[in-house]
């Protein structure tokens, strides 16, 4: 009998060099991590407290916003005016949309630098980021409003990791508890939360602090952050990632709670968003999303009977 020939330590040392570099990326890509959650959630019943993202289901795919050729950044929803707002950071302007993914109405943006997030705060109050400059910028929308300058808005900027050429992605806001999140998309990848901004009492001193959660910012197995959306009914946090292509729910403690992928052939889609900017959710619990340079999509959970 022949004895089997031992292989040869080239052979070996190929064979180490792929296994590490599989490792890598998948670490890279938190795919670890990712594949972790996803076989954990088998044997972990969901919580009733959940949205439950997994669920939902499109029902507007890849629509163009027509007369719109601009990149559109992140979405925010506005309940008294039933409508959303979107963001162009080229010509750069405030969008309004339908919840079918109309243009109602366009205003300028003056002295904005590079808008990335809008976020509705209150009835005709809003917050716009420069991402750039990490400046927050309230603004007041009228119904005649045709531009917005930024020299004669309230303002703030938070100054922190500057020398980073990756910014403020994502705004949400928790109404009750006075918080505006705040996403830096990565290099580091964090959400800020910022307590005293925007303030509503301009006739008495105010101070602003903010805050963040590393163990909450460590524990999201993406790459980057491209938008935020603040669940008032369940008090927990979406997180848009591009990079990841995917919708992380997070409960209040900051723990991954459901996912929603948004790569072709699930939750109904027939191709994979190309570059999802940012998600808003509706009083009914329904999902926009709108991704570069101008494509709307809506997601809804299918009728419980």
Request: no cysteine; charged share 25%; hydrophobic share 40%.
């Amino acid at each position: 009998m022949r004895r089997l020939a031992r292989p040869k330590p080239l052979i070996l040392v190929l064979l180490m060099i792929v296994l590490i570099a599989l490792i890598a990326i998948g670490q890279y890509l938190r795919l670890f991590e990712r594949a972790w959650f996803n076989l954990h959630t088998l044997w972990q019943p969901l919580s009733s407290e959940a949205i439950g993202l997994d669920q939902y289901r499109v029902t507007i795919e890849a629509r163009p916003i027509d007369g719109l050729d601009d990149d559109v950044s992140a979405l925010t929803y506005d309940p008294v005016r039933k409508s959303l707002f979107t963001v162009t950071n080229k010509n750069s302007e405030l969008v309004e949309l339908s919840l079918e993914g109309k243009i109602l109405r366009r205003i300028a943006l003056v002295g904005f630098g590079d808008p990335e997030a809008v976020e509705y705060i209150s009835a005709d109050t809003y917050v716009i980021t420069d991402e750039r400059q990490q400046r927050l910028i309230k603004i007041h929308l009228e119904a005649d409003t045709t531009f917005l300058d930024a020299e004669d808005a309230e303002q703030m900027t938070l100054g922190v990791h500057m020398a980073s050429n990756k910014g403020f992605e994502g705004l949400a806001y928790d109404s009750v508890g006075k918080r505006l999140f705040v996403a830096k998309e990565r290099d580091p990848m964090l959400i800020y939360e910022v307590h005293g901004f925007p303030h509503f009492k301009p006739d008495k001193t105010y101070a602003v602090h903010v805050i963040n959660n590393p163990k909450r910012d460590a524990g999201m197995f993406v790459r980057d952050l491209s938008s935020l959306q603040y669940d008032e009914r369940s008090g927990h946090l979406l997180a848009l990632s591009d990079e990841s292509r995917l919708i992380i729910e997070l409960d209040v403690d900051g723990r991954p709670l459901s996912t929603m992928s948004i790569s072709g052939g699930r939750q109904g889609l027939q191709k994979t968003v190309p570059q999802a900017e940012g998600i808003a959710m509706d009083d009914d619990g329904t999902l926009y999303l709108v991704s570069e340079p101008n494509l709307f999509y809506v997601f809804k959970k299918p009728t419980q009977n």
